[in-house]
């Protein structure tokens, strides 16, 4: 495991098909390449929900406030975009 940079709780919004949102609590730790979130603080060997890779295709969007049953939380986007080569056709 590498250094960790920081770590914190923070809120996971997200969107269903039919148009319903919905928040979940989730523990980001953030590596020196690496993003990675659980449902609960780490301990020991937990593998995470999922684990992202930071490079130089990786961005960062500030989409300002969102409000959510009535509790308003600060929002950005984390875009992973491929080259195209990546794609499978």
Request: proline share 3%.
């Amino acid at each position: 495991m590498s250094k960790v940079i920081y770590e914190g709780w923070m809120v996971r919004y997200g969107r269903r098909k039919i148009g319903r949102s919905f928040i979940h609590m989730r523990y980001f730790v953030l590596e020196t390449r690496v993003l990675a979130y659980y449902k609960r603080k780490p301990q020991d060997n937990m593998v995470p929900i999922k684990t992202l890779l930071i490079d130089g295709n990786c961005r960062v969007e500030d989409r300002g406030l969102k409000m959510h049953h009535g509790h308003v939380s600060d929002a950005c986007l984390l875009i992973l975009s491929r080259p195209r080569s990546e794609f499978a056709i």
